[in-house]
């Protein structure tokens, strides 16, 4: 698996999370590590990346995070990128053409951003022979404008629906199953309406890939905590717990979306904590 990195952000620490506290900050800023979390503990770091996974001569992409060249005059930081991150895919030694699956967890402004690319004005699939996977649920949820929120606003119509459009998309409640051998599809929703956290397995080898169930590693130790961007919150706060328990039950690989420094770890029960041991 190869983290594909677009860009790392550094996020006020009380704007992702509206819990934060300075007594928080001084308690787990030593475990962090300056990876994570600014010297006086005010910003925290997060990534923007994708998850390159070829497996049993498949080329598979976990989301595709922001993309270039997109009008999100919301939202500063993707708006108009011109990121590496294409260059970044390529130096591991992939082209867009040999994507066989873009594996999509929810549909976030910096999770489908190079779902497309603009060719003559029009925005389209950035990888033309790749099976996409999509939430159907999600997808309708997202596709009345008065559900999305302000930081994903004009996603669906660029990176999303240009997809659907050209035949690529299969459904991951109705014909997901069985295409990626391995591959187990879990519903995580709370961040978003149909959030999915995806597991992969391998031989011995337990893998699971858990979208925006949590943004920053400190959330191991405060799951309580919804980010800003949690659209609702009982529900990702039940879905971060299962999907602690999910990997510290069966000492899985934990993927993430977010987090900064190893972005990879495995989860394991401390005096009825979590912790995080990154890889
Ligand atoms: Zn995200």
């Given at each position: 698996?190869?983290?594909?990195?677009?860009?790392?952000?550094?996020?006020?620490?009380?704007?992702?999370?509206?819990?934060?506290?300075?007594?928080?900050?001084?308690?787990?800023?030593?475990?962090?590590?300056?990876?994570?979390?600014?010297?006086?503990?005010?910003?925290?770091?997060?990534?923007?990346?994708?998850?390159?996974?070829?497996?049993?001569?498949k080329?598979?992409?976990?989301d595709?995070?922001?993309?270039?060249?997109k009008?999100?005059?919301?939202n500063?930081?993707?708006?108009?990128?011109?990121?590496?991150?294409?260059?970044?895919?390529?130096?591991?030694?992939?082209?867009?053409?040999?994507?066989?699956?873009?594996?999509?967890?929810?549909?976030?402004?910096?999770?489908?951003?190079?779902?497309?690319?603009?060719?003559?004005?029009?925005?389209?699939?950035?990888?033309?022979?790749?099976?996409?996977?999509?939430?159907?649920?999600?997808?309708?949820?997202?596709?009345?404008?008065?559900?999305?929120?302000?930081?994903?606003?004009?996603?669906?119509?660029?990176?999303?629906?240009?997809?659907?459009?050209?035949?690529?998309?299969?459904?991951?409640?109705?014909?997901a199953?069985?295409?990626?051998?391995?591959l187990g599809?879990?519903?995580?929703?709370g961040?978003s309406?149909?959030?999915?956290?995806?597991?992969?397995?391998?031989?011995?080898?337990?893998?699971?890939?858990?979208?925006?169930?949590?943004?920053?590693?400190?959330?191991?130790?405060?799951?309580?905590?919804n980010?800003?961007?949690?659209?609702?919150?009982?529900?990702?706060?039940?879905?971060?717990?299962?999907?602690?328990?999910?990997?510290?039950?069966?000492?899985?690989?934990?993927?993430?979306?977010?987090?900064?420094?190893?972005?990879?770890?495995?989860?394991?029960?401390?005096?009825?904590?979590?912790?995080?041991?990154?890889?």
């Amino acid at each position: 698996m190869t983290r594909i990195t677009e860009q790392i952000l550094a996020v006020p620490s009380n704007y992702l999370y509206p819990e934060w506290s300075a007594e928080a900050g001084k308690q787990h800023a030593n475990w962090l590590g300056a990876d994570h979390i600014s010297d006086d503990h005010q910003t925290l770091a997060l990534s923007v990346h994708a998850w390159l996974i070829q497996i049993a001569g498949k080329v598979i992409l976990i989301d595709t995070a922001s993309g270039n060249a997109k009008q999100r005059p919301l939202n500063p930081v993707f708006h108009e990128l011109n990121s590496p991150w294409m260059d970044n895919l390529r130096a591991a030694g992939v082209t867009p053409e040999q994507v066989d699956y873009v594996v999509i967890t929810h549909l976030h402004v910096d999770h489908v951003g190079w779902n497309t690319v603009q060719r003559n004005g029009k925005w389209v699939p950035t990888f033309p022979n790749a099976t996409y996977l999509f939430s159907r649920a999600e997808y309708d949820f997202y596709s009345d404008p008065a559900n999305v929120e302000d930081p994903s606003v004009g996603v669906f119509e660029d990176s999303v629906q240009p997809i659907v459009e050209a035949g690529l998309v299969r459904w991951i409640e109705t014909e997901a199953k069985g295409l990626i051998p391995g591959l187990g599809f879990h519903m995580t929703k709370g961040h978003s309406h149909a959030h999915y956290s995806f597991s992969l397995a391998s031989g011995d080898a337990l893998a699971l890939f858990t979208g925006d169930v949590m943004h920053h590693p400190i959330q191991v130790k405060t799951p309580q905590w919804n980010s800003v961007f949690c659209e609702f919150g009982a529900d990702a706060q039940r879905s971060r717990l299962w999907a602690l328990n999910y990997a510290a039950d069966r000492d899985a690989l934990f993927f993430t979306s977010h987090f900064a420094g190893s972005s990879v770890g495995r989860v394991r029960r401390l005096d009825n904590q979590f912790e995080w041991i990154a890889q």
